[in-house]
């Protein structure tokens, strides 16, 4: 029988409440794929800080390479906001990714038919949604040099180098020729030296990719048209900053940023995230929806080439949302009964198990 190691990162907040349905799902999936999971916990985030003064310990990162997969939940709350910088969890987590080479984010926004009411936008503007923000995570505003703050001035730098460019690219432009052949490219060139080099060199991988329609698109022109038709985007290129921005965005397409998965690729191992944070306003209530993170280990079996098993979870969803059963954040859409995030853990695992 065939064993994956699997680095488990719960974080702080609702972390550990979601990726605990997460695995009972991948249990039940296991079970009846025949394959095997043997999960080994890592500290990340404030929870990370509190045991070792260490958003991201070395341990932690040793963990991560030295397994098959990454499953993360989520980092960050009121309690760490106040450390210094370094020792804050979001240090935590873009060092995580840094360390481990995760330069490519896949945020699949898909709306599931059972949830088309579950929108404040029009059924026919929402049904069949289904598109991919690939958003670069280990460079731009966020890692850039210099940064700096005083009392009287602060400020960050958005550097994007001609190789970090052309590399993301390359993953847009692969996934968008596995789909519906369209990329569009969102940055700010209009303005931003760094959005003028971001364009040129997609203009130049794009002519490896000649069945792939590319469109440039500036962000705030995007955060609209994402609202007003979001069916016209397949694959939404774009850098780190805008990309965690407009996936949040698109979340609320799909009904919930409850809804939204991820894969961090690019690096030895490839880490499995919900797209949103830790919601320290919910924590601990058992409210949160659980399906953005089973969804992201629904992607981490497509990434261990365990299709079927991915595709188990994904219809297993799709009957426990068929079935009525919505987490409070989808409770005023077509809902039959609101469940806790264990029970719709629970419930979306039994239906797997058929
Ligand atoms: N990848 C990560 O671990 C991320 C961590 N963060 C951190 O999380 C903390 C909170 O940040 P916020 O800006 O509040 O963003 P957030 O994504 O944690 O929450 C935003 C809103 O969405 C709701 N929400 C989030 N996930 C939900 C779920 N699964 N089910 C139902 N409702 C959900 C929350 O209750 C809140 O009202 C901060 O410390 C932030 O830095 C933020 C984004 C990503
Ligand atoms: C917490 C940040 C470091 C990142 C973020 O918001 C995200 O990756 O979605
Ligand atoms: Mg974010």
């Known amino acids: 029988m065939k064993t994956y190691k699997i680095a488990v990162l719960k974080g702080d907040g609702i972390g550990p ?62 309690k760490w906001d106040k450390l210094p910088k370094e020792k ?18 896949i945020r699949p926004a898909i709306i599931f038919d059972e949830l088309v009411n579950a929108s404040t936008l029009k059924p026919e503007v929402i049904k069949g949604v289904d598109l991919t923000v690939v958003r670069e995570l280990t460079g731009g505003i966020y890692f850039g040099e210099p940064r700096y703050k005083d009392d009287n001035k602060a400020y960050n730098t958005m550097i994007y180098t001609r190789e970090e460019i052309e590399k993301i690219a390359h993953v847009a432009f692969k996934e968008a020729s596995k789909r ?7 940055d700010k060139a209009n303005v931003l030296e760094v959005s003028e080099l971001w364009r040129e060199v997609v203009e130049e991988v794009a002519k490896n990719y000649p069945d792939v329609e590319l469109e440039h698109m500036y962000v705030d022109n ?23 921005i407009l996936s ?28 949103h944070g830790s919601a320290p306003d919910i924590a601990g209530q058992g409210i949160a929806n659980p399906i953005a993170t089973i969804l992201s280990a629904s992607m981490m079996l ?7 098993a991915a595709d188990r979870i994904k219809k297993s969803i799709k009957k426990v949302l068929a079935d009525g059963y ?17 029970e719709m853990g629970s419930l979306i695992a039994e239906n797997a198990s058929n």
Do not use: W
Not at 222 to 244: E, S, Y
Not at 248 to 275: C, H, N, T, W
Not at 302 to 308: A, C, G, N, V
Not at 326 to 342: G, H, N, P, W, Y
């Open 17 to 78: 409440e979601i990726v605990d349905e997460a695995i009972k799902v991948l249990d039940a999936v296991a079970e009846k794929e025949g394959i095997n999971f043997e999960f080994n916990e890592y500290l990340i985030g404030g929870s990370a800080v509190d045991v070792f003064d260490n958003p991201c310990p070395d341990e932690t990162i040793k963990g991560c390479l030295n397994s098959d997969a990454i499953l993360f939940g989520s980092i960050g709350g009121p």
């Open 88 to 105: 804050r969890p979001e240090s935590g987590l873009l060092k995580l990714r840094k360390s481990l080479g995760l330069f490519a984010n």
């Open 180 to 186: 519906n052949k369209k990329v569009t490219s969102v």
């Open 222 to 244: 995007a955060a609209m048209q994402l609202i007003r038709d979001p069916k016209q985007f397949d694959v939404i290129l774009t850098g780190n900053i805008f990309g965690d």
């Open 248 to 275: 949040d965005e698109a979340s609320m397409i799909v009904g919930s940023i409850g809804l939204l998965p991820s894969a961090s690729i690019g690096g030895k191992v490839g880490l499995f995230e919900p797209i």
């Open 302 to 308: 497509d990434y261990l080439d365990e299709k079927k």
């Open 326 to 342: 919505r987490t409070k954040d989808l409770s005023s859409f077509d809902a039959k009964e609101i469940v806790t995030t264990s």
